[in-house]
């Protein structure tokens, strides 16, 4: 198995940014798709990006994209989230998860097996 931290969340002003870490320990960390998932009070977990094994597919779901950046650094085991713009509805916890699945990531989380216990992220208006 493989133990994900994430951490870098806190709280900042709407237009403000963070960047968020997810650090992986145990297994091979090329052979893990990674992907960021948050989840609001009251609301489903929301698929947020994905990155794939080699790192050279990302996808991001349509609130995020153009404002946040996922990336990997194979020399450290750890996926990045910069997140930019921050609006207040980007207020959740944030989790990062793993599988060893090939192809392209999934956007569900059921297909995940590897979770961190989450950083939370407050964007204040």
């Known amino acids: 198995q493989v133990q994900l931290v994430e951490s870098g969340g806190g709280l900042v002003q709407a237009g403000g940014s963070l960047r968020l870490s997810c650090a992986a320990a145990?297994?091979?960390?090329?052979?893990?798709?990674m992907v960021w998932f948050r989840q609001a009070p009251g609301k489903e977990r929301e698929f947020v990006a994905a990155?794939?094994?080699?790192?050279?597919?990302?996808s991001y779901s349509d609130s995020v994209k153009g404002r946040f950046t996922n990336y990997r650094d194979y020399a450290k085991n750890t996926m990045y989230l910069q997140m930019n713009s921050l609006k207040p509805e980007d207020t959740a916890v944030y989790f990062c998860?793993?599988?060893?699945?090939?192809?392209?990531?999934?956007?569900?989380?059921?297909?995940?097996?590897?979770w961190g216990q989450g950083t939370q992220v407050t964007v204040s208006a």
């Open positions: 998860a793993a599988n060893r699945r090939v192809g392209a990531p999934s956007s569900e989380a059921s297909d995940y097996e590897y």
């Open positions: 990155i794939s094994r080699s790192g050279d597919v990302t």
């Open positions: 145990g297994g091979t960390f090329s052979r893990y798709t």
